[in-house]
């Protein structure tokens, strides 16, 4: 059984940084698959990075792309994302998700808040 808790967030001005952190245990062999999304009031929730097993990752848009960066620490059993440059449109509550065949995890999720 997979168990992912996200840490890290908080209240940031524009331009700052901050590094989420997505904590697994159980099966940690997840770790080698997992999504960060986000959501915000009242909007969907979006994908915001992807890591492949092999290490290479993908981004929601451009400017997640050229932002943030998500990492792996099998050490430890995380799953990272440093944002840099944050910005307003950045708050929003963000989680860490499992997805593989019938298996569905989600974090309780860690609240982001970019002031302007």
């Known amino acids: 059984q997979v168990r992912l808790v996200e840490s890290g967030g908080g209240l940031v001005q524009a331009g700052g940084s901050l590094r989420l952190s997505c904590t697994a245990s159980g099966d940690t062999n997840c770790i080698a698959v997992i999504d960060w999304y986000r959501q915000a009031p009242g909007k969907a929730r979006e994908l915001v990075a992807h890591i492949h097993s092999g290490g290479s990752a993908n981004y929601g848009d451009s400017s997640m792309r050229d932002r943030f960066t998500i990492s792996r620490d099998t050490r430890n059993n995380t799953v990272d994302l440093q944002m840099n440059s944050l910005q307003s449109e950045d708050t929003a509550v963000y989680y860490c998700?499992?997805?593989?065949?019938?298996?569905?995890?989600w974090g309780q999720g860690t609240q982001v808040t970019v002031s302007s």
């Open positions: 998700n499992y997805q593989r065949g019938a298996v569905n995890v």
